[in-house]
């Protein structure tokens, strides 16, 4: 009984110091992402710590004291304000978040950050941007109403796989748990927005819908993937507002990939666009070389359809509506599109963000007939190209080079 | 760059693979950390006990140093010399010490290592020690760590017998900016006991026990 009272207690000190913990200790959310910068610093080979073995593997906390006085002295050699810190093992990196002072650009600290032998490279933090318009109206779902029913014949390729046993992550807005047609389809809903409570958006929630909503559930729609499951990822947030529009930050972007990367999900939708980093080009280049899929969505505006569409061995996709003249984008369905609300509700969507959802559910259920391939997609083009969802699965489920129903293709290209 | 790391920490009892060498007396320990670009680590460490009447009294000195290598983004492998005293307080007599050589792998979560000592606390016991641990991050600023451990006698000095041992430990700590709290379910099983007799003044220590600490990055 002494040993329980010892063991409520800690509890109880833990519980409440938690809720004492400083600023600092959370990133510092009073500091806007436009006004940090993220500096990188090479991460030590991880070795045998003294006293590292008990205590909770309290030696760590040693390698964290070296890694905070080396950024508490960058930032005070530069004349920042050191905000927090985050170690990244997995690309060999820590990173560090670090506030500018009021009149001095990001851009010029980080290109001086850079030229600083201690620093790897230093970037500053980026925003980005989801790639949706506004909702037409509230609708009442039918499976039939989706484009992907007829398009991508979606009860034909429910035959072939369900995208069993595949995780999907999805790095986006919040989204609603516990909405009729997603509960139980989240493995994970993780906050990576610092300064904000996990809250249902619209983006988010829209996009796991297409993905991973139930299916023969009797209520609203079908996913494209109804039994991969997801990793919720918040690393962008709705803005208050007439447009309510959604955005990132660039770090709460990097924190979530990186995430994505150490649970080993299976595919990786990223439905958003906005400039080159870094940071995320490596961390989306070591989830490739792991064997993730990573779909981005193309920004027509945007040279080469925007970062991270442009990222080589990243999938690029766009809606005929949104596509433009673009020359290595894939087409999927993605204007008219219904799918899960906030609020136990469905609506009708439009933008390249949700033609990339229904990529990485079909991604899901490639990897569910064919675990060790790379995602082959079929299409009318050598690169890029309307995809022809059956056919592509076909090929990953049986090999043949057919669509829906056994028909032998005559013009599909297989890409990718 | 090279980096320097400090800090200082406050535990319920040390404990050492699984015995307790501070008779289940709290302790302050002082650890210094280097680690330079190249691979090359160097760390010390040096322990206090609040001995029964409030007094402190010098427990152990630990010397460290090795070299370590990343061999791909999630392993890295490590080999060096680590060497600890302890003071006539842990042994209950003259002050005891012993030196291993170690080689160790970390991959992703998990890490294991091998220890080989010529003189394990007396001249002429010759023992290996190996571990498994592992550093789990369920949650944001939280972690779980997990620890198994079997000391293998190689050589006994004459006239003594000691048995494989081994020892466990699984504990949580809480990151909070610069401070930290751990608390751990320590245990062993087959006597590890590393000294002849028991700490100064303290009854035959448990086999297993719930130490909890923190620790200030300096």
Not at chain 1, 145 to 157: G, H, I, S, V
Not at chain 2, 25 to 45: E, H, I, L
Request: some cysteine; charged content about 15%.
């Amino acid at each position: 009984m002494s040993l329980l009272r010892h063991l409520l207690t800690l509890l109880v000190a833990m519980a409440a110091l938690t809720l004492q913990a400083p600023a600092f200790a959370q990133g510092s959310p009073t500091i806007a992402p436009e006004r940090q910068v993220l500096v990188m610093v090479r991460h030590p080979a991880d070795h045998f710590q003294l006293n590292g073995s008990y205590g909770g593997g309290y030696g760590n906390d040693l390698q964290r004291s070296e890694r905070e006085r080396l950024a508490r002295g960058i930032a005070r050699n530069h004349g920042l304000k050191f905000v927090d810190g985050w170690p990244m093992p997995m690309i060999g990196v820590d990173c560090f978040i670090m506030a500018v002072p009021d009149g001095r650009s990001t851009a010029a600290a980080a290109q001086e950050l850079s030229r600083d032998g201690k620093v790897a490279w230093a970037e500053p933090v980026q925003l980005y941007k989801t790639q949706a318009t506004a909702a037409l109206s509230p609708n009442d779902p039918l499976f039939r109403a989706q484009p992907a029913a007829r398009e991508w014949q979606l009860a034909e390729l429910h035959h072939l796989a369900t995208g069993r046993g595949v995780k999907v992550a999805v790095i986006d807005s919040g989204i609603q748990a516990d909405h009729p047609d997603l509960a139980g389809q989240l493995l994970i809903n993780r906050n990576f927005v610092v300064g904000q409570t996990e809250v249902a958006e619209s983006h988010g929630t829209g996009v796991a819908g297409i993905i991973a909503a139930k299916s023969d559930n009797g209520i609203g729609i079908a996913g494209v993937a109804p039994d991969a499951r997801l990793l919720g990822l918040r690393a962008c947030w709705q803005q208050r507002g007439a447009d309510g529009a959604t955005i990132c930050d660039g770090l709460s972007l990097a924190k979530a990939l990186y995430f994505a990367v150490e649970q080993k999900a299976d595919v990786i939708n990223l439905s958003l666009s906005g400039p080159d980093d870094r940071l995320l080009r490596t961390l989306i280049q070591a989830a490739l070389g792991r064997g993730a899929v990573v779909v981005g969505a193309y920004d027509s505006d945007k040279p080469g359809g925007g970062f991270p569409a442009s990222v080589p061995g990243v999938i690029a996709v766009s809606d005929h509506a949104f596509a433009g003249s673009a020359g290595r984008v894939y087409i999927a369905p993605g204007s008219g599109v219904p799918t899960t609300q906030p609020g136990g509700r469905w609506f009708l969507v439009n933008g390249s963000s949700f033609s990339a959802a229904h990529v990485s559910g079909l991604a899901a259920l490639v990897r569910q007939r064919r675990r060790s391939a790379e995602l082959t997609l079929v299409s009318d083009r050598p690169v890029g190209g309307t995809i022809d969802a059956c056919a592509t699965l076909e090929r990953a489920a049986t090999g043949c080079d057919c669509s829906c129903g056994g028909a032998r293709l005559i013009n599909a290209t297989f890409a990718h | 760059m090279a980096e320097v790391g400090l800090s200082a920490s406050l535990f319920s009892d040390d404990r050492f693979r699984g015995y307790s060498l501070s008779g289940e007396r709290p302790v302050a320990m002082f650890d210094f950390a280097y680690d330079d670009p190249s691979g090359f680590y160097a760390d010390s460490g040096a322990m206090v006990v609040f001995r029964q009447g409030g007094d402190l009294a010098p427990l152990g000195l630990q010397l460290n140093g090795g070299y370590a290598r990343r061999l791909s983004s999630r392993t890295t492998i490590d080999f060096g010399v680590t060497h600890s005293t302890y003071s006539h307080y842990s042994s209950g007599g003259l002050p005891k010490s012993y030196t291993e050589i170690y080689a160790g792998i970390t991959r992703g979560v998990l890490s294991s290592r091998v220890f080989l000592s010529p003189h394990y606390f007396r001249k002429g016991r010759r023992t290996a020690y190996g571990e498994i641990n592992g550093n789990f991050s369920p949650i944001p600023k939280w972690s779980l760590n997990t620890h198994f451990g079997m000391l293998v006698p190689l050589k006994n000095p004459s006239a003594t017998t000691y048995h494989t041992s081994v020892d466990w430990s699984v504990g949580v700590s809480r990151e909070l900016g610069r401070l930290s709290l751990h608390a751990a379910w320590v245990g062993h099983a087959r006597a590890p006991e590393p000294f002849s007799s028991r700490p100064l003044n303290a009854s035959r220590p448990s086999r297993k026990a719930l130490i909890f600490g923190l620790n200030v990055a300096l």
